[in-house]
Every structure is written in C-alpha cells, then in structure tokens.
C-alpha cells in the first residue's frame, strides 16, 4: 500500500470514527493496531507495546494525575468555594463584580490546579446559581463561566502543556513562562470586557444593594491569602529552579490536601470522591495518550507524517498562509475532539511542519495551546458549552449558551491575534528569566 492511498485511508477513518462517536483513545488505537499489522504484521504489535511502556514512564507525566488530584482537593472539599465567597463579598458591590471576580477567581483556581474541566464545573455549580439569585443576566454569566473556565489549559500548570512537552521536547519550565503573558492578557480582555457591557448595560448585572462592612471583606479576604502563598510557593519554585514541574505537582497537591484539613474542610467522602476522580480522570488521559503514541508512531515509520511534512514545506505560499490554515484546523478540532487528543494527534505534525517553516517553537507551542482554547468554547460543538449544559440551572437552552459565549470567543480570538502580532508577549518572560 502506497504512502498517499495510507493517508487517505487514515483521515477517511478517523472521521467517520469520531462521527460515528466512538471514543477517541479507541480511534487512535484501532487505526495504530491496523496499519501496524497492514505494513508489519503480528510482530509489530511488540512495537507498540514498548512505545506505550515508555511514553507512561515518561517523568513530566507524571505530573499529571497529581495536579488532576489538587484540582480535585480544591473542588471537593469546598476551597473553591471560600474563594468565591470572598470575591463576592469584596466585589459585589459593583456592575458586573460578582462576573468579574469569577475571572480573577478562575485565573486562581488555573494556577492551582491546571485543569479547564475542573475550574468550569467547579466555578459553574458555585457561581451560577449566585450571579442568578443577585439579578444577572444570563447572557453575562454564562459566558464568564464557560471562557474563565478555559484559563486552565493556558495559565501554569497546565496539564496540556505537560503533554505537549513531552510530545515535542520544548521546555515545560519555559512553557509555564510563556503562558503567563497570554493568560493575564486573556483574563484581562474578559474583565474589560465585561466591565464595558455592565458600564453601559448596568440592567444586565445589578450592584449589590446591601453595604458589607470591612471587617466582613477583611474576613473573607484571608481565604484568598493561603492559596495565593501556594500558587506563588508552586510558580516560584519551577521558576526559580528549586524543583521540577513534576515536583512542583507534588508540592500542589500535598499543599492543599494540609490547607483543607488544617480549615476542617477535607471529609472521608470529599477525600475518597477525589481520588476517585483523580483516578478515572487520569486514567482516560493516559489511555489516550498510550493510543495517541501509538497511533503517532505508526504515521512516522509508515511515512504519513514525512509525506505531509513534505507536501507543506513544498507549497509556494507564505509560511503565514499555511500557519492560518493549522490554526483553523486546530478551532474545528476543539469542537469536536478532547484538549488532551489534539494535543497528541496535532503537536507532532504541527511541530514538524512548523520547525520546516522556521517558526519559533515555544512561540508557536502557546499560539497552538490558544487556538485550541477557541475551538472549545467555539459554537456549535465546542467542549466546553456541553460542560456548561449539564451544569446550567433549568431552563437554560444551548442557544442561551451560544449567544452568551460567543463575545468571549471574539476576546479569545483578539487575544490570539495581539499575540500573533508582538510575539514578545509570549517570548519575554522566559527571556528576562533564563538569560
């Protein structure tokens, strides 16, 4: 079987597999077991059980399920909550606060845990129900939820970057630098954003009309305080070189599990609905990544991934052409596929193509993670609005849903671009601080 008859082959079944709804860490499975055995037979199966062995024993991996598990801590046992509440309590007296104070929230809760489905769900279950017993509309706080939510997966630790790294060997440490300059940019063009609207719509977000004192906001403040030392102990210490970013998940996890049992927070069942969790969670990450290995491979040693390497680099077109049409394929993807799957499936190919091209590979590797964020709150399919769906108070359609994320698409995309265009908002950190 010719190379250009295999990817045809390939793209046809892994469309009609991932329409068809068949979970994607067994697409990526089959399509590895079958051409394996197409162009190798039986013995090649060896091949693919070494490359899952070592891609599980990988050490950035192991990262993983320790920040799932603080997220987990921080959702179960109610910390989430504390922070909330002290957002409320300072910022509830103004347009559009309670929305506001969710973003700043929702950066917290991304540099703690590095999850985007825990901060949605968290911050949708505490969050909702509050902006809507205080007269918000809906077309405001159910977009703030379902774009702050997405914070996760750019802001550091991200767990996609995690993989990421470890796919194309670009530096985690400077990855988390990088993403801290466009995930302050994000929140910040949600929070203007956001201001603007209630500035001019103040119908849409009502001021709370009762006076809170300041020894209550000094109260709730300090639960801001404790979490605020570990993101700064977390960031700090893979920063300044103290630990590894594997370390640092250690770090994390270990320092909300003594945060929530020193406040009495952590019961036997938040306790065991976390670990449960963490475990299911980190086990459909790790098959997809064991299939998306496999399935990665078996495209290089056939030479699918060579051949479209090859057709990109031999176009007679601007490399910024063929970077807007990876970045459109990466949107449509978030609609229908997992963050954890693109990341596995595209990074390889995109890496390739991009490292042809001459791109800058850490620039690119944020762009990439950014437009992979679009794609899933992009309407109608994106990931994140079925998040929003299934946590949503009754009554709330899936149109209410669109209509109400898609101005937080466009401040993703305007975040895209800024980024495009002075790429030192990437690159600048982890220059100032790893000369």
């Known amino acids: 079987m010719s190379v250009e008859i295999s990817l ?30 197409l162009f190798w037979g039986p013995p090649g199966l060896s091949v693919m059980a070494y490359s899952a062995f070592d891609v599980v024993t990988t050490p950035v991996l192991f990262a993983v399920p320790l920040f799932i598990f603080m997220g987990n801590l921080m959702r179960y046992s109610g910390l989430g ?5 002290a957002v409320e309590t300072w910022m509830g007296g103004i347009n ?10 929702c950066t917290l809760f991304a540099a703690m845990t590095g999850i985007a489905g825990a901060a949605t769900i968290t911050m949708a279950l ?62 910040s063009l949600f929070v203007i954003y956001i201001g603007l609207r209630c500035r001019f719509q103040p119908h849409l977000a009502p001021a709370r009309k009762v006076k809170v004192s300041w020894g209550r906001k000094l109260t709730a403040g300090r639960h801001v305080v404790i979490p605020g030392l570990l993101i700064a ?8 070189g103290i630990f590894t970013p594997t370390e640092a998940s250690g770090v994390g996890a270990g320092g909300v599990l003594i945060i929530a049992l020193a406040r009495r927070k952590l019961t036997r069942e938040a306790f065991e609905t976390s670990l449960y969790s963490t475990l299911r969670i980190s086990g459909m990450v790790f098959w997809i990544i064991i299939a998306a290995t496999c399935f990665s491979h078996t495209l290089t040693v056939t030479g699918i991934g060579p051949l479209l390497t090859s057709i990109v680099a031999g176009w007679e077109v601007s490399k910024w052409f063929i970077i807007l049409g990876m970045l459109l394929i990466l949107v449509i993807m978030g609609m229908f596929v997992s963050d954890t799957a693109i990341v596995l499936i595209m990074s390889p190919i995109c ?20 437009t992979m964020i679009i794609g899933w709150l992009t309407p109608p399919y994106g990931f994140n609005l079925f998040y929003m769906k299934a946590v949503v108070p009754e009554g709330i359609t899936m149109r209410d849903i669109y209509s109400s994320v898609i101005p ?20 600048f950190i982890p220059g100032l601080l790893t000369r």
Do not use: N
Request: hydrophobic share 60%; proline share 4%.
């Open 126 to 187: 505490i969050a909702l129900p509050s902006m809507a017993a205080h007269g918000y509309d809906k077309s405001i706080y159910i977009g703030t939820v379902a774009a702050a939510g997405l914070l996760g997966l750019l802001i550091p630790p991200s767990c996609e970057m995690i993989l990421y790294a470890a796919i194309t060997s670009v530096s985690l440490g400077k990855m988390y630098l990088a993403g801290i300059g466009p995930g302050l940019l994000m929140a």
């Open 8 to 37: 045809v082959l390939v793209v046809f079944l892994f469309m009609t597999s991932l329409f068809l709804g068949i979970p994607v860490a067994f697409v990526l499975g089959g399509l590895a077991v079958i051409f394996t055995l």
């Open 233 to 240: 102990l977390i960031l700090g210490g893979i920063y300044s």
């Open 81 to 85: 909550e504390e922070l909330y509440d």
């Open 408 to 427: 937080f698409v466009a401040c993703m995309a305007l975040c895209l671009v800024i980024c495009m265009i002075f790429p030192q908002i990437i690159l």
């Open 96 to 105: 559009g606060g309670l929305a506001i104070g969710t973003v700043v929230i």
């Open 351 to 370: 890496f390739s193509i991009t490292g042809v091209l001459g791109i800058h590979q850490l620039w690119w590797g944020l762009i990439f993670v950014i």
